[in-house]
């Protein structure tokens, strides 16, 4: 069960105590739930071909091993490589599925969805971005609930032919993917923290006018205070100290 709130752990050893139920499909252990902020661990290996699609932003970060984020970025298929030790800030509303490597750890941050809102899986037609399976639900703990939608879409027509069942175009989805935004790249967080250590703290945020360092890379591969991965909403404006 997740952690009460606000209950300091030692987190290698929780995830020592837990590691077992960290099993395919998903992987996904909740470790804190009862606040705003959904922390969650996740191990591999995962090999999924469906996206997850929310309103919010995540947090990647990797503990051990190495895990690739496939996006779809503009309509278009892009693996985005995230290390040991890197941290990646994934903007809201991109469609992207998790391929993790096996005997791997990752850590990932969420927040709390608003009652009104929607999250969604989708399985795209090989090689395009035709919509071929998808569904929405309320989420309320990720590791629970993926599950059986990944489950119903394997046993589904649409999995064993390759044909959507239906127009998903003719339908206003509850989520509008954002197909505008250029996507960064992860950042190793040892060195991005050693670049600020002079000044004491710095921001991890997407937020232009917020002094520090910037989380991700731009698309162009640059991680600077100048040029960071854009982030609408701002969600995570999270102070990293000496």
């Not at 850590?107 to 795209?124: F, I, K, M, S």
């Not at 600077?224 to 404006?237: A, D, T």
Request: hydrophobic share 35%.
């Amino acid at each position: 069960m997740a952690q009460p709130y606000l209950t300091a752990i030692n987190l290698m050893g929780w995830i020592d105590s837990i590691k077992d139920e960290l099993q395919p499909p998903v992987g996904n252990k909740l470790m804190f739930g009862a606040g705003q902020q959904k922390v969650m661990v996740v191990g591999g290996p995962n090999k999924r071909s469906d996206y997850h699609i929310e309103e919010g932003e995540e947090l990647f970060y990797m503990l051990k091993g190495n895990m690739t984020l496939n996006v779809m970025e503009a309509g278009k298929p892009r693996s985005i490589p995230i290390k040991e030790g890197e941290v990646f800030l994934l903007p809201a509303r991109v469609p992207h599925s998790p391929q993790r490597e096996a005997d791997t750890i990752g850590l990932v941050l969420e927040r709390e969805r608003l009652a009104t809102e929607q999250d969604g899986l989708r399985w795209y037609v090989p090689g395009t971005s035709d919509i071929l399976f998808e569904d929405w639900f309320h989420c309320t703990d990720l590791g629970k609930q993926l599950k059986p939608i990944i489950e119903a879409f394997h046993a589904s027509e649409a999995h064993t032919t390759g044909v959507p069942a239906r127009d998903y175009s003719a339908t206003q989805p509850p989520v509008e993917v954002d197909d505008e935004i250029k996507i960064g790249h992860a950042v190793p967080l040892h060195t991005w923290m050693a670049r600020y250590a002079s000044s004491g703290y710095a921001y991890l945020t997407g937020d232009d006018e917020v002094p520090g360092g910037h989380l991700n890379g731009d698309a162009q591969g640059v991680a600077s205070h100048e040029s960071g991965c854009p982030s609408p909403g701002g969600e995570y404006s999270t102070i990293v100290a000496r």
